[in-house]
């Protein structure tokens, strides 16, 4: 099953920079997608979201886009900090049923200082 | 803030052996579910729960895993004879309500090995 797919298994990206994590899925009937970053030992934690009718959504130094028509979301963290280093997971649910939440496989992001 | 708490943090148990796990919602929510990662894997939706019944299960919820809420804190996973491949990490999830939009809180984790 791999309806959400996270092609690259790691990142590292220089401290200040931009880093950029993707996500592409399948299933046409997702219409809501969810980014959620993990330390080791802890918990998947939320960190933004987006719904299928819009294209962006920003939250700080958090931006989500959105491209429905490739069905391909992605992650911009700007400026990085070695706070950001964690592994980060996309989710994608549909507004039916239980939404359980379908995740990817994760992309490790390494921040260097 | 508040936050779901899972106990144990770490369980080893014997293949064959009956295993629960725990986990303490956020107070006010009322969807719940479980999810389990197997190491370098992804993270999988194993079931969701609310009004005490089971809304959705996957696959994987074969006949040997339960949940049950049997008060009101606590929302629990039994496993009633591991397996090898039942080693993962498990992780309990609470929501305030059901929608696509309203967010899954995550707990720690449970690390289960089944030797």
């Known amino acids: 099953d791999q309806q959400v797919k996270q092609n690259s298994p790691s990142l590292s990206v220089q401290e200040g920079r931009i880093s950029i994590l993707n996500c592409d899925y399948t299933?046409?009937?997702?219409?809501?997608f969810l980014w959620y970053k993990k330390y080791p030992a802890e918990g998947p934690t939320f960190l933004i979201s987006?719904?299928?009718?819009?294209d962006k959504n920003e939250d700080g130094r958090f931006t989500v886009f959105l491209n429905k028509s490739a069905k391909h979301l992605s992650l911009h963290i700007v400026p990085s900090q070695p706070g950001d280093s964690a592994v980060y997971f996309c989710?994608?649910?549909?507004?039916?049923?239980?939404?359980?939440?379908?995740f990817g496989q994760g992309t490790r992001l390494t921040i260097n200082p | 803030e508040p936050e779901v708490t899972q106990t144990p943090s770490h369980q080893v148990t014997q293949m064959g052996q009956e295993v629960i796990l725990r986990c303490v919602p956020i107070?006010?929510?009322?969807?719940f579910y479980w999810y389990r990662q197997i190491l370098g894997q992804k993270v999988e939706f194993l079931v969701s729960?609310?009004?005490?019944?089971?809304?959705?299960k996957s696959e994987i919820f074969d006949d040997q895993f339960s949940v049950e809420r049997p008060d009101g804190s606590n929302f629990t996973l039994k496993i009633r004879s591991t397996k090898l491949e039942d080693s993962a990490m498990y992780f309990c999830a609470s929501s305030t309500r059901q929608g696509a939009r309203e967010t899954q809180y995550f707990g720690p984790g449970t690390r289960l090995l089944v030797l």
């Open positions: 729960f609310y009004n005490n019944e089971i809304s959705e």
């Open positions: 987006i719904s299928s009718i819009k």
């Open positions: 989710a994608a649910t549909q507004d039916q049923g239980a939404q359980k939440l379908v």
């Open positions: 299933n046409s009937m997702f219409d809501y």
């Open positions: 107070s006010n929510h009322l969807y």
